[in-house]
Nanobody, 127 residues
């Protein structure tokens, strides 16, 4: 079992930055693939970014590539999403998710492939 708790959300102006940490419980955190998804009002949950268990492979949605950076610290059981150059369209609830190791990189992008989810943290970007 893995429990995930996101934090760091808030209100920021266009062009600003936020860092979203996700704290995970469980001794086997280091083997899990980790992902970030987001859901805006009236829209489906969408992939934002993901990282493999070693941290050696990262994945990004085209909409955030070059602006967001995912990282993990297995010693501290945390995964973080650094968000820079924020835009109003980044406004959403952001969810941290964990999955047992993927053998296909395409699975990182699919919400249904993740086994555990946090409660979400609201990010609002004002124009």
């Amino acid at each position: 079992q893995v429990q995930l708790v996101e934090s760091g959300g808030g209100l920021v102006q266009t062009g600003g930055s936020l860092r979203l940490p996700c704290a995970a419980s469980g001794r086997t955190f280091s083997i899990y693939a980790m992902g970030w998804f987001r859901q805006a009002p009236g829209k489906e949950r969408e992939f934002v970014s993901a990282i493999n268990w070693t941290g050696g492979s990262t994945y990004y949605a085209d909409s955030v590539k070059g602006r967001f950076t995912i990282s993990r610290d297995n010693a501290k059981n945390t995964v973080s999403l650094q968000m820079n150059s924020l835009k109003p369209e980044d406004t959403a609830v952001y969810y941290c998710a964990a999955a047992r190791p993927f053998y296909s990189s395409s699975n990182y992008y699919i919400a249904g492939k993740y086994d555990y989810w946090g409660q979400g943290t609201q990010v609002t970007v004002s124009s």
